[in-house]
């Protein structure tokens, strides 16, 4: 979940602070990172390494052994986002592959006496057939307004 929790938060351009970003020198070591910051369960959010930039759950133990230079922040994630990266993985398991059986790559079709068109997305919400649009209403209320 927590690659689709990565995708959701750039989405939003919202990574949900919970706490003081630590930077410096971290090292990664059998999979995992000491950081005594970080509760047993908090999401965090890795900046400036080479394998393992991303959101993960403390203590995460699948990450790629490295020394960097960056940061480590934090989060705080509401359950009602985790709930949606939850069903956002669901639609992408059921919708999202390309050679999808469930999706048709035309926006309209006709044949014999029926026709129908797929609905449009607003602007900026992505392709209709995108997990943006999809849970575009449940999304909103969390973006932020990039940094200028």
């Known amino acids: 979940m927590e690659k689709t929790l990565t995708e959701i938060c750039d989405y939003l351009n919202n990574y949900f602070p919970g706490g003081s970003i630590k930077t410096g020198r971290f090292t990664i070591e059998g999979g995992s990172i000491a950081a005594d910051f970080l509760q047993t369960g908090q999401y965090f959010r890795i900046v400036g390494s080479i394998f393992n930039d991303g959101v993960h759950k403390y203590p995460a133990e699948d990450l790629t052994d ?29 919708y999202g592959g390309v050679d999808s059986q469930a999706l048709s790559p035309f926006a309209s079709e006709s044949f014999g006496n029926y026709s129908y068109s797929k609905g449009t997305a ?18 909103n209320r969390y973006r932020r307004l990039p940094n200028l």
């Open 66 to 94: 490295e020394t960097f230079d960056g940061a480590i922040w934090p989060m705080a994630v509401p359950k009602t986002v985790t709930d949606l990266a939850v069903d956002v993985e669901a639609w992408l398991a059921k």
């Open 122 to 139: 607003t602007a900026g919400a992505g392709s209709p057939n995108s997990w943006q649009s999809v849970f575009a209403n449940r999304l």
